[in-house]
């Protein structure tokens, strides 16, 4: 099972949080850098966020910088995404993904090879 799984996606109020979850194979995840991307309806896929291997290093999209924090746990195969101030414009469909391949954190769909089926979060206003 290489294929990472979301979770902890819901329905927020505008102002409030979540914390999203990605459990992935053992035998690839501390060897990965480990990113976030949203897709809202009939929009292209964008990047929200990205963490390096050793969780050394973070990257954040201008719209979630400040208010989303990306980690990781190494030991339990399984990276965060915690996002407060939620608005209505986060609302969308959350993947993640890792990068087995590229030493540098990547901001682009195509540096990532495994996915996970995404995790819905709506916010409310």
């Known amino acids: 099972q290489l294929q990472p799984v979301e979770s902890g996606g819901g329905l927020v109020q505008t102002g409030g949080s979540l914390r999203l979850s990605c459990a992935a194979s053992?035998?690839?995840?501390?060897?990965?850098?480990m990113g976030w991307f949203r897709q809202a309806p009939g929009k292209a896929r964008e990047f929200v966020a990205a963490i390096s291997r050793n969780g050394g290093s973070t990257f954040y999209a201008d719209s979630v910088n400040e208010r989303f924090t990306i980690s990781r746990d190494n030991a339990k195969n399984t990276g965060y995404l915690k996002m407060n101030s939620l608005k209505p414009e986060d609302t969308a469909l959350y993947y993640c993904?890792?990068?087995?391949?590229?030493?540098?954190?990547?901001?682009?769909?195509?540096?990532?090879?495994?996915w996970g089926q995404g995790t819905q979060v709506t916010v409310s206003s």
């Open positions: 993904a890792q990068d087995s391949r590229r030493l540098r954190i990547g901001v682009n769909s195509r540096d990532y090879d495994y």
């Open positions: 053992g035998r690839t995840f501390s060897n990965s850098n």
